[in-house]
Nanobody, 116 residues
Framework: QVQLVESGGGLVQPGGSLRLSCAAS????????MSWYRQAPGKEREWVAT????????SYAASVKGRFTISRDNAKNTLFLLMNSLKPEDTAVYYC?????????WGQGTQVTVSL
């Protein structure tokens, strides 16, 4: 079955950087678009970025464009999110997501906290 496992979260100061990873298994990773979402305390889960399966540019939410970079390593079945110039409002649990055969799957999430 599809399994997604996020890692790389932590506590970082404003202006700092983190790189999140999402290890995927149970499906042919290279064939599917992958996305990152986040959920801040008391707020709904929101889309952050998507990378196509092959070719084509990634897309980003306006709130992270120019600061975050989504990428993938198809040989290692891993999705990444490089987050630069982090702000306190980026504090959230970050999830990776995939839609396979009309069924969406989510990881367990990784906590990112941006604070002094």
């Amino acid at each position: 079955q599809v399994q997604l496992v996020e890692s790389g979260g932590g506590l970082v100061q404003p202006g700092g950087s983190l790189r999140l990873s999402c290890a995927a298994s149970g499906f042919t990773f290279s064939r599917y678009a992958m996305s990152w979402y986040r959920q801040a305390p008391g707020k709904e889960r929101e889309w952050v970025a998507t990378i196509p399966s092959a070719g084509g540019p990634p897309s980003y939410a306006a709130s992270v464009k120019g600061r975050f970079t989504i990428s993938r390593d198809n040989a290692k079945n891993t999705l990444f999110l490089l987050m630069n110039s982090l702000k306190p409002e980026d504090t959230a649990v970050y999830y990776c997501r995939v839609l396979v055969d009309r069924t969406e799957s989510w990881g367990q999430g990784t906590q990112v906290t941006v604070s002094l």
